[in-house]
């Protein structure tokens, strides 16, 4: 296992068109997370899965964005209508279920350049 | 929400051990303590994970004292490689939201 992959590295958008982003966690991890980081802050939590539930939603996350992870394993972020403000690394993280808690295997990110 | 408190930014020797502390007053009984690190345009990485006392790994210690309002990483003989953003982080880890990030603590390994 090569760890948590994301697809693409960098993408470069016009404002106003959609965006979709990949994730492929660790395969035996049951947890699946997205996160948004902007220039010098920390990593913001966005939504959050068990398996192909989707549990958790920052009110960070608009109706612009749509998570999904079809039968538990990968999982896409889209993005619609894009803004000049959703400009930033979207970072994707796996880990599995436990007490206590498991570290989270992050991604390298999708860089997002919205003009 | 337990949100945590470092210091903004640290510069440290080569060879030298670096301690980074964390303020976390308002921590909740089931609470645990993480620390992750985090190079430019990379994701941050799982550093130490702990409840109380102590813990150490082949990578670092983290302390904890017995009211548990603040941590202590600790980095033996950093090396330049070492340059990076260290995150401190509570939670219980039944969900996610309650992970809060915060703005870090900024390492520069100066040789």
């Known amino acids: 296992d090569t760890g948590v992959s994301q697809d693409p590295r960098h993408k470069i958008t016009k404002r106003g068109q959609n965006v979709t982003f990949r994730c492929d966690p660790i395969?035996?991890?049951?947890?699946l997370y997205w996160y948004r980081q902007t220039l010098g802050q920390g990593p913001e939590f966005l939504t959050y899965f068990q398996n192909e539930a989707q549990l958790e939603k920052s009110r960070l996350l608009s109706d612009r964005f749509s998570a999904e992870r079809p039968k538990g394993s990968f999982s896409t972020l889209e993005i619609q209508r894009t803004e000049q403000g959703d400009s930033a690394m979207y970072l994707c993280a796996s880990s599995l279920a436990g007490d206590p808690p498991y570290g989270y295997t992050f991604g390298s990110g999708t860089r997002l350049t919205v003009v | 929400l337990a949100k945590t408190t470092q210091p903004i930014s640290m510069d440290s020797y080569e060879g030298q051990e670096v301690n980074i502390t964390c303020s976390h007053n308002n921590i909740a009984t089931n609470d645990y303590i993480t620390w992750y690190q985090q190079f430019p345009s990379q994701g941050p990485r799982f550093i130490i994970q702990g409840y109380k006392t102590k813990v150490t790994n082949e990578v670092a210690s983290l302390f904890i004292p017995a009211d548990r309002k603040s941590s202590t990483l600790s980095l033996p003989r950093v090396s330049l490689s070492d340059t990076a953003v260290y995150y401190c982080l509570v939670g219980d880890g039944t969900g996610a939201n309650n992970l809060f990030f915060g703005t870090g603590t900024r390492l520069t390994v100066i040789p």
């Open positions: 395969s035996e991890h049951n947890r």
